[in-house]
């Protein structure tokens, strides 16, 4: 299970589309979100677009791992896809805020938990690129940069952190990251009979 | 603080050294041995070849971070050349058996430490490698067999397990933990600072 937070505009989304075209071992999972889609966004694909009471009867009937509201709108992880992805072996990549991390953390899942914070460079890229995106008014763009610098004051909860100055170098740096987790001893369920019958012990 | 641990034969030196070239911010731990030089090795870059007394002196004079017997040879890790390199800055590969290991282990370093442990495909292939070395006497051959057998029934006492069926995978899985381990928040020291200066803080 990998995290990947961010504040808005550091090109995450950018990050985790190249992720995932590259890596068929993971799959995103798409959250659940009561906000109207932007131009350009898929239900199902980018977000499954609800309602206010849909979301709510989700948060009752305990079918979402985490859920956070952000400007008024609220944000959710479907439990059902997560866990028939790990159930099939493969790893979960989570877009989701320190707020979503924080509550992950607390699950039993927490110890299989990878969470990788993307700083931008600095504020001013930050917010050319909120501003860039076109689809904001100033006001909703300061408001924006305020969340911005309360999510990055959540760096410190997060296992990794990745300065994305130029995107090839950090999606590499991510990669890395998803490649050593893999080859971490205890992911490797398969080893401790493989060296058992290499040993020619009893499997 | 990287170990790196395998049987005799599982291509740990060919790793070791790929690395070594490629990546110019880590340092090799040459380890001081009381055994004699093999054809073609060289003091101070394979080992300090040095005497039974001089070793003991070392061990009494602290002067050694971990020291192990093996084969009636005496082999340990000076302690003088691998703090000089982490207060450089520099990372610093050891290339040592689980019982170092496992005394680096008990040290202060321990926080520090990354353990990744070397499989050989098989133990065909290891004997194979063994033989080919062309430097051994069967019975020599058998007991370094057994003797590989004793480390890899250590593999669990590792952070990462990597199976090195083709060196040119198995680097570039070493090159991706080095980079990941490199890109934890807390190894990051700056980071800090550079996130108050970023949200206009006092630094």
Known sequence: M???????????TTLSR???????????????????PRAGEVDGRD?????????????????LLEYATVFDNRYGTPRAPVEAALAAGRDVLFDIDWQGTQQLQQTDAASDLVRIFILPPNLAELERRLIARNT???????????RACDEIRHWGEY?????????????????????????????????????????????
């Open 47 to 63: 977000y499954f677009f609800v309602s206010q009471t849909r979301f709510q009867a989700m948060v009752h009937g305990h079918e």
């Open 136 to 146: 904001d008014h100033a006001e909703v763009i300061a408001a924006r940069m305020a």
């Open 159 to 203: 296992d990794y952190v990745l300065l994305n100055e130029d995107v090839e170098t950090c999606l590499a740096e991510l990669k890395a990251i998803l490649l050593a987790e893999r080859l971490r001893r205890r992911r490797q369920l398969g080893l401790a009979d493989f060296v058992r019958a290499m040993l020619g012990e009893a499997v």
């Open 18 to 36: 190249r992720l995932l075209a590259d890596d068929p071992q993971i799959t995103l999972s798409v959250s659940a979100t009561t906000r109207p």
């Open 2 to 12: 990998f995290v990947m937070s961010s504040p808005s505009g550091a090109g995450k």
